[in-house]
């Protein structure tokens, strides 16, 4: 049943980045719409006590904190916050992010899209470390509109969406992944649900302190990304097929054949060398 007022759940795993945690729940705290509850878990970091206090401090019975025994992983700990929402809508927040203001209010505005729609997701402002006064100053990330053609190739969404709870526990992240968990989740609601809806709105601030948006070239990535590959492959047509590992080539870093090139070689990956070549 729909309200006009309805609960929303956010979830908010962490680790060991108090500070950080704590700027993301100030950017819920000032949201203006009032009718949400926070679930934020610790999984086990060593460092937990300032972050525990600010939240008993807030003395907000829409925030609960739980400090896990034992580490159990992102995606556990993500799962574990989703299956305590008692929201009719769900959405999360990463511990290093902030929210503006509209952030609930705007996916509000759009829920009518959930009807033939998997989830809702919007633009956001990227902060690679420096300081600023406003949002506004800091430079737009436009995501594309969906387009299976291109979501089939890459994670075009970002890292939250906006959707019924219920969903969101129907879809839970797999837990065996190590690389890609937001990707194989949010294909598992559009197959399942159909496609998202963008809004255009902006209503996040993506800190990326590290200075660029992409896949590290770590053997736990490509290790990861291959499992993702393998789970859905599938699914992919021949043009995603060839993207998808051409990706696993760029995480691997890893120098192709020329028999392995012209099989992979397609106008989109051309320009991925042609760019790769450039950069170094």
Same mark, same amino acid.
């Given at each position: 049943?729909?309200?006009?007022?309805?609960?929303? !759940?956010?979830?908010?795993?962490?680790?060991?980045?108090?500070?950080?945690?704590?700027?993301?729940?100030?950017?819920?705290?000032?949201?203006?719409?009032?009718?949400?509850?926070?679930?934020?878990?610790?999984?086990?970091? !060593?460092?937990?006590?300032?972050?525990?206090?600010?939240?008993?401090?807030?003395?907000?019975? &829409?925030?609960?904190?739980?400090?896990?025994?034992?580490? !159990?992983? /992102?995606?556990?700990?993500?799962?574990?916050?989703?299956?305590? /929402?008692?929201?009719?809508?769900?959405?999360?927040?990463?511990?290093?992010?902030?929210?503006?203001?509209?952030?609930?209010?705007?996916?509000?505005?759009?829920?009518?899209?959930?009807?033939?729609?998997?989830?809702?997701?919007?633009?956001?402002?990227?902060?690679?470390?420096?300081?600023?006064?406003?949002?506004?100053?800091?430079?737009?990330?436009?995501?594309?509109?969906?387009? &299976?053609?291109?979501?089939?190739?890459?994670?075009?969404?970002?890292?939250?969406?906006?959707?019924?709870?219920?969903?969101?526990?129907?879809?839970?992240?797999?837990?065996?992944?190590?690389?890609?968990?937001?990707?194989?989740?949010?294909?598992?609601?559009?197959?399942?649900?159909?496609?998202?809806?963008?809004?255009?709105?902006?209503?996040?601030?993506?800190?990326?302190?590290?200075?660029?948006?992409?896949?590290?070239?770590?053997?736990?990535?490509? !290790?990861?990304?291959?499992?993702?590959?393998?789970?859905?492959?599938?699914?992919?047509?021949?043009?995603?097929?060839?993207?998808?590992?051409?990706?696993?080539?760029?995480?691997?870093?890893?120098?192709?054949?020329?028999?392995?090139?012209?099989?992979?070689?397609?106008?989109?990956?051309?320009?991925?060398?042609?760019?790769?070549?450039?950069?170094?």
């Amino acid at each position: 049943m729909t309200t006009d007022n309805p609960l929303i !759940s956010i979830y908010m795993p962490t680790w060991n980045r108090q500070q950080l945690a704590i700027r993301a729940i100030k950017s819920v705290l000032r949201q203006d719409y009032p009718h949400w509850e926070m679930i934020i878990v610790d999984d086990c970091s !060593s460092s937990y006590e300032q972050l525990q206090k600010f939240v008993e401090d807030l003395n907000d019975p &829409r925030v609960t904190y739980t400090h896990n025994a034992f580490n !159990s992983g /992102a995606c556990a700990v993500r799962n574990q916050a989703i299956i305590q /929402a008692q929201g009719q809508y769900i959405t999360g927040i990463d511990d290093d992010d902030e929210w503006l203001p509209n952030r609930l209010s705007v996916f509000l505005q759009h829920r009518h899209q959930l009807v033939s729609r998997a989830f809702l997701y919007a633009n956001d402002y990227v902060c690679k470390g420096e300081v600023y006064s406003q949002p506004t100053s800091l430079p737009l990330y436009p995501k594309k509109a969906y387009s &299976r053609r291109q979501f089939y190739k890459r994670n075009i969404i970002g890292n939250q969406v906006f959707t019924w709870a219920w969903r969101y526990k129907a879809c839970l992240f797999d837990t065996t992944l190590k690389a890609a968990q937001d990707y194989d989740t949010f294909l598992r609601m559009v197959v399942a649900y159909g496609e998202p809806w963008k809004v255009e709105e902006v209503t996040q601030i993506l800190h990326v302190n590290h200075g660029e948006m992409q896949i590290t070239s770590s053997p736990h990535q490509f !290790s990861g990304y291959f499992q993702f590959y393998r789970k859905h492959k599938s699914k992919f047509d021949r043009a995603s097929k060839k993207y998808q590992l051409f990706t696993l080539y760029q995480i691997r870093n890893k120098r192709m054949n020329w028999r392995t090139l012209l099989t992979l070689l397609s106008v989109r990956n051309s320009k991925r060398l042609a760019d790769g070549l450039r950069g170094r």
